[in-house]
Each structure stands twice: as structure tokens, then as C-alpha cells.
Nanobody
Framework: QVQLVESGGGLVQAGGSLRLSCAASTASGSIFRTYVMGWYRQAPGNQRELVATITSGGSEKYGDSVKGRFTISRDNAKNTVYLQMNSLKPEDTGVYYC?????????????????WGQGTRVTVSS
């Protein structure tokens, strides 16, 4: 019922910047209210790790490896989350996945749901 559309990934040189976007959309007649939106990443051979999350109230949380370099933000009206990535390092290379937690209105009742995007690849060359 909910689709997460990601964009902004690509290939950049070390020290460069990228801005990722993720928009949550619903089918006609459906309503989805997001509470938490965020980004996770997975490098080749490694486990998926937290990058950053943000609540509907604007509270931010970052993984230790990206603090001071990445900034997360959101547009509540559009159910969209952004990730500004600066001073990129080769260690930031991986597939970045968008995630959202919220409530979906189904037959007059809100149900707690969680969704994942397909992922967008970020490659940082040295």
C-alpha cells in the first residue's frame, strides 16, 4: 500500500557531496501518516547499519560514523525525508535504504506499519 521512492545516489569523488531523497506515497484513497523516517546502509560484506533517523517532531539520531558530516531532514506535508551527505569518504560506499514507520488507514482504522525502499547505491572513489 505504501511505496518509498528514493533518488540522489551516484558516483562521487572523496570529499564530495550527495543529497538523497525518499518520498512515501500511497494508493488512491489511502492515508499513511509517518512517525519516523530514516536511512540505513549496507556495504559489501557488512551488516546493515543505522545512518540517521528523524521523527515527525524533528528529533534526529545519527550513527557514530556519520556524525558531523551528514544531516537528515524531512517535509511532513509531503512525507519525504532527505539526507545531505558532505565530506564523503570511501567508507561511505554502499547501498542506502530508506525506511519509514507510521500508521496506515485501512477500512476506517489506523494500523501500525513499517516499509523499506529498494535502495539506492552510493559509491565514493578515493
Amino acid at each position: 500500500q505504501v511505496q518509498l521512492v528514493e533518488s540522489g545516489g551516484g558516483l562521487v569523488q572523496a570529499g564530495g557531496s550527495l543529497r538523497l531523497s525518499c518520498a512515501a506515497s500511497t494508493a488512491s484513497g489511502s492515508i499513511f501518516r509517518t512517525y519516523v523516517m530514516g536511512w540505513y546502509r549496507q556495504a559489501p560484506g557488512n551488516q546493515r547499519e543505522l545512518v540517521a533517523t528523524i521523527t515527525s517532531g524533528g528529533s534526529e539520531k545519527y550513527g557514530d560514523s556519520v556524525k558531523g558530516r551528514f544531516t537528515i531532514s524531512r517535509d511532513n506535508a509531503k512525507n519525504t525525508v532527505y539526507l545531505q551527505m558532505n565530506s564523503l569518504k570511501p567508507e561511505d560506499t554502499g547501498v542506502y535504504y530508506c525506511n519509514t514507520e507510521g500508521q496506515l488507514l485501512v477500512s476506517g482504522t489506523y494500523r501500525s506499519m513499517s516499509y523499506w525502499g529498494q535502495g539506492t547505491r552510493v559509491t565514493v572513489s578515493s
